[in-house]
């Protein structure tokens, strides 16, 4: 009976009307019966017995339905478990990464900030989205400032009178089309000193609109002066 699949899972019980020994009946159960019955017996008692053999075949299939759904849930939280552990894992490799470009870009930093002070180069860029004014640490040094930067009215207001115009023109230039202009003009510092800069204005462009200024100076009074005495020497 229970080769068929349909009938896999029914419950048989053998009844015997004569009296069975031990051996037919361990015969009977080992070929699959839950269970074996044999007269005489009282027909109160067979129901019993039956009833019996009822509640242990319901709670066998409990168990193994609590089983499966227990071994799906164990599955699934593994699977889940592995999951997240990926997710941390990406997360992980993503924070090296990102440690590690802005170790770079540190770095980066630092170079460019050694080669602007050897060479008497100063930088800043307009963000022209946040109105930020932003100064490299050369041109502090340049202008004879401290942080931070001061306001775009204040920056050009540090350029000689006759140079304001120009540095004007320049940025509204590179605002207006993009294009970079490069300029030689004369700037007070803290000081009250009158300094030449060679200056050259870049912009960056998106979306058909500029929305970042930016550019670099550079302190040549000693080499107009040099070029100065060089030439009266003649």
């Known amino acids: 009976i229970k080769r068929t699949p349909a009938l896999a899972g029914a419950l048989v019980v053998l009844a015997s009307a004569s009296y069975v020994?031990?051996?037919?009946?361990?015969?009977?159960l080992e070929a699959g019966a839950d269970g074996y019955i044999a007269r005489p017996i009282a027909n109160?008692?067979?129901?019993?017995?039956?009833?019996?053999?009822?509640?242990i075949l319901s709670l066998s299939r409990t168990l193994q339905s609590q089983s499966v759904a227990l071994k799906i849930a164990t599955e699934s939280a593994m699977q889940s478990q592995m999951a997240t552990l990926n997710l941390l894992e990406d997360a992980m490799q993503a924070q090296q990464r990102a440690e590690a470009a802005q170790l770079a870009?540190?770095?980066?930093?630092?170079?460019?900030?050694?080669?602007?002070?050897?060479?008497?180069?100063?930088?800043?860029?307009?963000?022209?989205?946040?109105?930020?004014?932003?100064?490299?640490?050369?041109?502090?040094?340049?202008a004879g400032?401290?942080?931070?930067?001061?306001?775009?009215?204040?920056?050009?207001?540090?350029?000689a009178p006759e140079s304001q115009p120009l540095i004007i023109a320049a940025v509204e230039q590179v605002t207006a089309t993009g294009e970079s202009?490069?300029?030689?003009?004369?700037?007070?510092?803290?000081?009250?000193?009158v300094r030449w800069m060679q200056t050259k204005v870049q912009g960056e462009r998106l979306n058909g609109r500029t929305v970042r200024v930016y550019?670099?100076?550079?302190?040549?009074?000693?080499?107009?002066?040099?070029?100065?005495?060089?030439?009266?020497?003649?």
């Open 21 to 28: 020994n031990s051996e037919d009946q361990a015969e009977g």
């Open 44 to 55: 109160r008692e067979m129901l019993a017995r039956v009833s019996a053999f009822v509640r």
């Open 105 to 142: 870009l540190t770095h980066a930093t630092q170079m460019l900030e050694a080669t602007g002070a050897l060479a008497q180069v100063g930088g800043w860029e307009l963000d022209l989205i946040t109105g930020k004014l932003t100064w490299t640490r050369e041109a502090f040094r340049i």
């Open 145 to 159: 400032l401290k942080p931070p930067a001061p306001s775009l009215e204040d920056t050009v207001k540090m350029y």
């Open 181 to 193: 202009a490069e300029l030689e003009v004369q700037a007070i510092n803290s000081r009250g000193e």
């Open 215 to 234: 550019g670099i100076f550079q302190d040549t009074t000693a080499r107009r002066e040099a070029q100065a005495a060089l030439m009266a020497s003649e």
